[in-house]
């Protein structure tokens, strides 16, 4: 996803509301790094509309918070398919 910085913020946090994606997940849609991703939603977006920063902030922090219970799952998957 190329472009002006400014356009990709916006879109890459209407997404990540919209589908309660992690910096990961929105990454991989667009095509570029957790990097480029994490700058755009956090400080470009708190300048350019502060309303929709909130939200994403909002999704970011739940991801957050349960990040360390989607890696024990994944961990718990890779082990369970590697018995079987």
């Known amino acids: 996803m190329k472009g002006q910085p400014e356009d990709r913020a916006i879109t890459l946090a209407h997404y990540i509301v919209e ?3 992690t910096v990961r997940a929105a990454a991989k849609k667009f095509g570029i790094s957790k990097s480029t991703v994490h700058k755009d939603v956090t400080a470009r977006l708190e300048r350019l509309d502060p309303a929709l920063f909130g939200e994403v902030r909002r999704v970011l922090n739940t991801n957050r918070d349960e990040r360390h219970i989607r890696g024990g799952a994944a961990t718990r998957e890779k082990y369970l398919g590697r018995q079987a």
């Open 19 to 21: 589908k309660g994606a």
